[in-house]
């Protein structure tokens, strides 16, 4: 059967070029989703390639599985969070890696299966789970964490100015009930924000809904770690590819790629290094990259999108 995973990958020309693929190396995207980088990059690779695909969502590797099939690299698969790239490498004994590529955020079916509750445009139950065997759901958070949790999360994952006001009336809404749906928690919000506040931008459900899919998914924490780690299994001259969709992702990869790209940090007024200290990265895109007129015409969701890429030093 046909495995119905679509999704149309962004900046993906941009990508690959970032990528620099050599035909016998070893590569890794880390967030295979339908596949749609991996099958440019597995086209670049010959037999003695390697290409190692990891996704949380089931479905999506699946789909991998049936797309990348017929290319001449070797192809490993992987359903699990990016977070354990160290962990699968060491499985499969491969010490460093060529490159890597990472495409955060929420591919277009996870957006688009209503049941999936990633979005506040239907009313589904309220999940928002990238791994749906993890047992922690949007549900659970917004039914169980204090008002000052919650306004923490509103505010600092969806940098939302109405957070304190928005928790509260979730709070008093499920002391009568628990809320068990995406309607009834996007009501909830209009509720909350004054009328004036969402006369104009974005639907007012927005910003919270991408601060509980981060919360839930530790989405940011986990971009950290496979960050470090994916430095430190690069080879001198791999690459790390990053497309982000909001500014708190792309603040850490900026933040990440220039603290690794410093090297000595000795007092300038000694006149020699004493620290050691060598840069890792050498930063190839000091403005991200973002998407032509074109490639958003054809894909509103890449309109937010942003990609990074750094290459590893000798050093």
Not at 232 to 246: A, D, Q
Request: charged content about 25%; proline content about 5%; aromatic content about 6%.
């Amino acid at each position: 059967m046909k495995s119905e995973f679509q999704h149309q990958p962004v900046l993906l020309e941009e990508a690959i070029t970032y990528l620099d693929i050599k035909p016998s190396g070893i590569y890794v995207d880390g967030t295979v989703g339908g596949a749609g980088h991996s099958r440019e990059i597995a086209r670049r690779l010959d037999s003695s390639g390697m290409l190692i695909g990891i996704d949380q969502d089931q479905t999506a590797i699946d789909a991998a599985y049936e797309r990348l099939q017929n290319y001449q690299p070797t192809i490993k698969l992987f359903h699990r969070n990016f977070v354990f790239l160290s962990d699968i490498l060491t499985e499969i004994g491969v010490s460093a890696i060529d490159g890597i590529l990472l495409d955060l955020g929420v591919s277009s079916p996870q957006l688009d299966e209503e049941e999936r509750g990633f979005s506040y445009k239907h009313d589904a139950p309220l999940d928002m789970r990238m791994d749906r065997t993890q047992p922690f759901s949007a549900a659970h958070l917004v039914n169980t964490a204090s008002v000052q949790e919650l306004a923490s999360i509103f505010w600092k994952y969806g940098e939302e100015r109405w957070s304190k006001r928005i928790a509260g009336f979730i709070d008093e809404y499920r002391r009568e009930k628990p809320i068990e749906t995406t309607g009834e928690l996007a009501d909830l919000i209009k509720q909350a924000i004054p009328a004036a506040a969402r006369r104009n931008g974005p639907h007012p459900a927005r910003r919270v809904f991408q601060a509980l899919r981060i919360a839930v998914n530790k989405e940011l924490d986990v971009l950290q770690s496979v960050l470090n780690q994916a430095v430190s299994v690069l080879k001198p001259g791999g690459r790390v590819v990053v497309i982000s969709f909001h500014s708190l992702e792309d603040r850490i990869v900026k933040t990440t790629f220039a603290e690794k790209a410093k090297g000595c940090i000795c007092p300038k007024s000694l006149p020699v290094c004493q620290c050691g200290i060598k840069p890792e990265l050498k930063i190839l895109t000091r403005k991200p990259v973002i998407p032509s007129a074109a490639e958003i015409e054809k894909n509103p969701r890449a309109r937010s999108s942003k990609l990074r890429a750094a290459e590893k030093t000798d050093g």
